[in-house]
């Protein structure tokens, strides 16, 4: 919350430059890090498409990525990127039913610099990229999240996104379209040592869980 200790940035919010790269990759290390995520999971990140986010996003017929750059020192304090499903979550693109798929689009890639949380700018982010979905005539936004990873799902949460299902992976294993997981229903009730697990840091559980949120626009 922003008070006179702690007030809100002055912030632009514009697309993606060719020099802000290093500065982009740098947040989206420091964004994960900060949950004690393993270096596994923030360089498969990197290798997949962090590595050239202008061929990646920019260049993707309705994929984005946007820059919340302070206006005091020019600064990237904040960054979130949007694509088309089919290419944002390629392997849950091919279990929606056809009506929704082309619909849906993927919010990816927010971060917030830690000195910058909580001050308004992960909600402008978002607001954007909810602006041009519209536009672009998506229905519908779905992304993942780790169940450790709480600030993000209190923020989803309170944006108005809904739990789907979680995805369970064993331990340091990466999410790609090869590796087996087990389903948690959000209905069913989970079980307790899985609820224990969630909420533990990456390097100290012995499974990692996949949340999906989805949100109508
Ligand atoms: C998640 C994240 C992007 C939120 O950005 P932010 O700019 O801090 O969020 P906002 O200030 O717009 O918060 C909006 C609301 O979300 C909720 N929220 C945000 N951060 C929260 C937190 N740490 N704990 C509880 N609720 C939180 C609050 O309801 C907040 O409103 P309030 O501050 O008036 O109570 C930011 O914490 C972040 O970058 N975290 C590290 C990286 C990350 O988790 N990225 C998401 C990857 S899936």
Same mark, same amino acid.
């Given at each position: 919350?922003?008070? @006179?200790?702690?007030?809100?940035?002055?912030?632009?919010?514009? !697309? +993606? =430059?060719? !020099?802000?790269?290093?500065?982009?990759?740098?947040?989206?290390?420091?964004?994960?890090?900060?949950?004690?995520?393993? %270096?596994?999971?923030?360089?498969?990140?990197?290798?997949?498409?962090?590595?050239?986010?202008?061929?990646?996003?920019?260049?993707?017929?309705?994929?984005?990525?946007?820059?919340?750059?302070?206006?005091?020192?020019?600064?990237?304090?904040? =960054?979130?990127?949007?694509?088309?499903?089919?290419?944002?979550?390629?392997?849950?693109?091919?279990?929606? !039913?056809d009506d929704e798929c082309d619909q849906t689009c993927e919010l990816i890639r927010l971060v917030v610099a830690?000195?910058? =949380?909580?001050?308004?700018?992960? %909600?402008k982010l978002i607001s954007t990229l909810f602006e041009f979905a519209r536009e672009r005539g998506f229905n519908?936004?779905?992304?993942?999240?780790?169940?450790?990873?709480?600030?993000?799902?209190?923020?989803?949460?309170?944006?108005? +996104?809904? *739990?789907?299902?979680? @995805? *369970?992976?064993?331990?340091?294993?990466? %999410?790609?379209?090869?590796?087996?997981?087990?389903?948690?229903?959000?209905?069913?009730?989970?079980? @307790?040592?899985?609820q224990r697990q969630m909420k533990m840091q990456l390097d100290k559980a012995a499974f990692l869980y996949v =949340?999906?949120? +989805?949100?109508?626009?």
């Amino acid at each position: 919350m922003a008070s @006179e200790a702690n007030p809100s940035p002055s912030i632009i919010i514009r !697309s +993606f =430059q060719a !020099s802000d790269l290093a500065q982009c990759q740098a947040l989206f290390s420091a964004g994960h890090m900060s949950y004690g995520n393993a %270096k596994i999971y923030i360089d498969h990140a990197m290798r997949k498409d962090i590595s050239d986010i202008d061929k990646n996003y920019m260049q993707v017929t309705n994929g984005h990525w946007w820059v919340a750059v302070s206006t005091e020192d020019n600064r990237i304090i904040g =960054q979130i990127a949007i694509l088309p499903l089919k290419i944002g979550d390629p392997s849950f693109y091919k279990t929606m !039913s056809d009506d929704e798929c082309d619909q849906t689009c993927e919010l990816i890639r927010l971060v917030v610099a830690p000195d910058a =949380q909580r001050l308004g700018i992960g %909600k402008k982010l978002i607001s954007t990229l909810f602006e041009f979905a519209r536009e672009r005539g998506f229905n519908q936004v779905h992304l993942t999240t780790l169940t450790s990873m709480d600030k993000a799902c209190a923020f989803y949460e309170r944006n108005g +996104f809904v *739990k789907g299902h979680i @995805e *369970k992976y064993s331990r340091n294993d990466v %999410k790609v379209d090869s590796s087996e997981c087990v389903i948690l229903d959000p209905n069913a009730t989970i079980p @307790e040592e899985d609820q224990r697990q969630m909420k533990m840091q990456l390097d100290k559980a012995a499974f990692l869980y996949v =949340q999906h949120y +989805f949100r109508k626009l």
